[in-house]
């Protein structure tokens, strides 16, 4: 299962258009969602060796950037990206993610502000 529907909802953000939220307490360090999942394509004529590329979710669409997060992207192994909380998060409370070091794809997939030259831009 990729998500946790009843740990969260997408409404209107302050932060940018649109934002997913807490819908209840979120303790920390609890996977809260999927935010890209994996797909593997043999390259050759052999399984032997495989390309890995992820898809973003709806719900990693909508997640929006802030230098002070309260979630964290996590690799989870055999399975696919996921968000983690960093805090206790309050229900009400916007799920936010620093999108800085996050692995090159998802800064070319991530909607939302994105930090340049400490320059907030939108796509």
Partial sequence: MCYN???????????HGVGVFA???????TKVAC??????TNIGDTAKLQMITYDIT???SKVNHQREC???LRLVPGEDYWLYSTKDIEKGSELV????????YFSRTIKGFV???????TP
């Fill in 5 to 15: 529907k009843d740990m969260w909802l997408i409404k209107e953000s302050d932060i």
């Fill in 23 to 29: 819908a209840e307490d979120i303790p920390s360090d």
């Fill in 35 to 40: 935010v890209a999942t994996a797909k593997y």
């Fill in 58 to 60: 709806e719900f990693g």
């Fill in 70 to 72: 309260n979630v964290e």
């Fill in 97 to 104: 993610l620093n999108y800085k070091g996050l692995p090159q």
């Fill in 115 to 121: 930090e340049k030259n400490n320059q907030k831009k």
